[in-house]
């Protein structure tokens, strides 16, 4: 499995982006997809994820904000209101019967 994310960039606090997360290769054998961040010098947290069958989840920081969505081999994240804590770099993750499966992260930085 091959994931390639995009649609990072900078934006004001306040203001809105949404990433992308296509996949490639043996997409039949994904269970669930996810969006994680990492700050600097802080762990990787998970940011949202959602399952085969659509069920979705947040870190209690995105509730109301962030929506992840699904369309086809592609994984978006619509961030609305963001704040200067978002900044992170973003990436797409996903878990099949084989592994667990990383893209290469997009910087998300928010000016206040």
């Known amino acids: 499995v091959q994931l390639q994310a995009s649609g990072g960039g900078l934006v004001q606090a306040g203001g809105y982006l949404r990433l992308s997360c296509a996949a490639a290769?043996?997409?039949?054998?994904?269970?669930?997809r996810a969006w994680y961040r990492q700050a600097p010098g802080k762990e990787r947290e998970l940011v949202a994820r959602?399952?085969?069958?659509?069920n979705t989840d947040y870190a209690d920081s995105v509730k109301g904000r962030f929506t992840i969505s699904r369309n086809g081999n592609t994984v978006y994240l619509q961030m609305n209101g963001l704040k200067p804590e978002d900044t992170a770099v973003y990436l797409c993750?996903?878990?099949?019967?084989?592994?667990?499966?990383w893209g290469q992260g997009t910087q998300v930085t928010v000016s206040s």
């Open positions: 290769g043996n997409i039949a054998s994904i269970n669930t």
């Open positions: 959602i399952t085969r069958a659509g």
């Open positions: 993750n996903a878990l099949s019967t084989w592994g667990e499966y």
